[in-house]
């Protein structure tokens, strides 16, 4: 934690953490964004799924114009996200080959429903 602050310091608006199956965390101006990686059925080969990520991320920010609001980067690391899961399940590309935008989809609004709450929870 503390060197990602240390880095978002130096200049850069956003820091994100790749943490491998533990998903990824982000530092920004607005705070802290913590997303689990989508749990698969099969692993076969993490290689290649910090790339994919990433890949997910910036093709979803490109899509937008390139504005980095909150909104846009939690729902872009949902998207790199989406696109590490399907890395995994198989070898070198071919996860990814097979995935189709439906699917992509449902891993995005699957990876929402598990990670939302309500924002004002009742006391207790």
């Known amino acids: 934690l503390r060197a990602a602050e240390g880095i978002r310091m130096m200049g850069p608006s956003v820091v994100i953490v790749k943490r ?37 991320l910036l093709g979803f920010l490109a899509r937008r ?6 909104a846009n980067l939690r729902l872009g690391m949902a998207h790199g996200a989406a696109a590490a899961s399907f890395t995994v399940e198989d070898f ?5 080959r097979k995935a189709t935008l439906s699917k992509f989809e449902d891993r995005v609004r699957r990876l929402w429903e598990m990670s939302r709450f309500d924002l004002n929870p009742p006391r207790s």
């Not at 059925?41 to 990520?53: I, Q, V």
């Not at 070198?92 to 990814?96: A, D, H, I, N, S």
Request: net charge negative; charged share 25%.
């Open 92 to 96: 070198g590309v071919e996860g990814l």
């Open 20 to 56: 491998g199956e533990y998903g990824a965390l982000a530092r920004s101006e607005g705070g802290w964004f913590s997303l689990p990686a989508f749990p698969v059925d099969s692993l076969k080969d993490p290689t290649g799924a910090g790339d994919s990520f990433a890949g997910g």
């Open 65 to 70: 114009g390139g504005r980095i609001d909150e």
